[in-house]
């Protein structure tokens, strides 16, 4: 079934425009206020946010929605999306809800549920939510007595950073360690920086003063240029990039290289399979994950599961099959064992910890595999399905034939633009470039005949 308002991550577009306006937040929070008002029940919600001008706008709007059927709402202000799933629990809210657009610009702004038990809403409940939307919701109304309350709630943060820092064994320091953390003037602003020189670590802290508009603003884990520069100039052992709302990391080691998701899920699966951690028997992963990463794991007498981008299908596999390490190649790693969802702050803990253990370098330590060489492009369309064309697909079955058992081809339209994505890796980079290239020549080409 397509979806009006609900993408792969929540509720998202530009502020201030379709779907992301006053109204429809407040009328997101009036359906879901009501779904999850169940008598004897806590009727209570936390709400945090990351820093973009827009957040005040949509959280205004939330809590009269919430208010409305009767809600209590908990207003957690800037705070890490995993400190709002983690939260959720921990004060036995009803639902939690997150508004930010993640590593997007300031321009956008999204939202994000979970349910009272820390994990984003399910399939079939964000569809009955769509569909309340665009009815009459006066009959949602409480009476004047039963509306619910509102307030600010600070300090929960300190709560967070206990959490993260908990997840480290407890006589493990960071002691020694010159850390650069680039805080993408995002939400973990205050929150990675604390917990990072609570641990000992010698602490440099780059964009970490948000304006409102200056999130993910050629910093953070999608633009790691300026942190590569810092952890030249002050000789760092680590660089950290967060993204604005920190549940994804990038790292960067001694050298100034960038180590992605791929290489740190390595590093945690070998570690936990050595001391028996690991659960399933691998990892999760999605279809965009290096073909190195797999072959790695396969030497290692370990499994990759694939699934489709986005990480809400990898924390439905982990669930469903046991797995307790998933995550993405941008670096959107989750660990079930700590985390409900994606958190760049304790997943870049974990790594620290294999360092400080292990007594090596982070190049050393993050260095477990040779990437396959990996082309992904994106072709721009106005209408129709190119994929379903003819010459695309013919285009499509001779590319994957050229490639052959030594490759991997993926096709797949984005999910927020209307864009189709071509990536391919294998072990000839020109053969990967070429496939590439006639695959996307060929869905213009048909693009600019329609």
Same mark, same amino acid.
């Given at each position: ?97 997150? &508004?930010?657009?993640? +590593?997007?610009?300031?321009? *956008?702004? $999204? !939202?994000? /549920?979970? =349910?009272?038990?820390?994990?984003? @809403? ?105 942190? &590569?520069?810092?952890? +030249?100039?002050?000789?760092? *052992?680590? $660089? !950290?990039? /967060?993204? =604005?709302?920190?549940?994804?990391? @990038? ?200």
């Amino acid at each position: 079934m397509s979806r009006k308002y609900f993408g792969t991550d929540g509720i998202r577009g530009k502020a201030n425009s379709f779907p992301m306006t006053p109204d429809i937040a407040m009328k997101v929070g009036m359906a879901v206020g009501h779904l999850f008002r169940h008598s004897g029940q806590a009727r209570r919600v936390v709400i945090g946010k990351d820093t973009r001008r827009s957040g005040y706008m949509l959280e205004n709007a939330l809590v009269a929605g919430f208010t409305a059927t009767g809600m209590d709402v908990f207003l957690l202000g800037p705070i890490p999306t995993p400190a709002v799933a983690m939260l959720c629990r921990s004060l036995r809210a009803d639902i939690g809800v997150m &508004i930010s657009a993640s +590593h997007n610009p300031f321009y *956008d702004n $999204g !939202i994000k /549920l979970f =349910g009272p038990d820390g994990f984003k @809403l399910s399939d079939d409940l964000e569809i009955q939510i769509e569909k309340m939307i665009d009815e009459d919701m006066s009959s949602l109304l409480v009476s004047h007595g039963d509306v619910g309350k509102a307030k600010r709630v600070d300090g929960d943060i300190y709560r967070y950073i206990e959490f993260a820092k908990r997840t480290l064994p407890r006589n493990l320091s960071l002691e020694g360690l010159r850390i650069v953390v680039d805080c993408a003037n995002g939400a973990a602003y205050k929150v990675a920086p604390a917990a990072l020189w609570e641990l000992g670590a010698e602490v440099i802290t780059i964009n970490d003063k948000p304006n409102g508009i200056n999130i993910n603003e050629d910093c953070g884990s999608t633009h790691p240029i300026g942190l &590569i520069r810092k952890v +030249h100039e002050v000789r760092a *052992d680590v $660089g !950290i990039a /967060l993204d =604005g709302d920190a549940d994804r990391v @990038l790292l960067v080691d001694e050298t100034g290289t960038v180590i992605d998701g791929d290489q740190l899920m390595a590093v945690i699966a070998q570690s936990w399979a050595r001391s028996g951690r690991l659960e399933g028997g691998g990892i999760v992963a999605t279809i965009m994950s290096n073909l190195g990463l797999e072959r790695f794991l396969t030497d290692h007498h370990l499994s990759l599961a694939r699934t489709k981008v986005g990480d809400r299908y990898v924390v439905e596999h982990m669930r469903a099959n046991g797995f307790n390490v998933g995550g993405e190649q941008s670096g959107h790693i989750v660990l079930s064992e700590f985390s409900t969802t994606g958190d760049g702050l304790v997943s870049a803990l974990q790594i620290l910890a294999c360092v400080q253990e292990e007594g090596r370098p982070l190049s050393e330590v993050c260095r477990k595999f040779e990437p396959v060489p990996q082309l992904l492009k994106n072709v721009r369309f106005t209408g129709g399905k190119p994929l379903e064309n003819k010459l695309v697909k013919s285009a499509i079955e001779d590319a994957q034939s050229r490639l052959g058992d030594n490759g991997r081809l993926v096709i797949r339209p984005s999910g927020t633009e209307p864009l189709i994505r071509v990536m391919a890796e294998g072990d000839d980079r020109q053969l990967v470039e070429t496939v590439v290239d006639d695959i996307i020549n060929v869905i213009s080409s048909v693009k600019t005949a329609a």
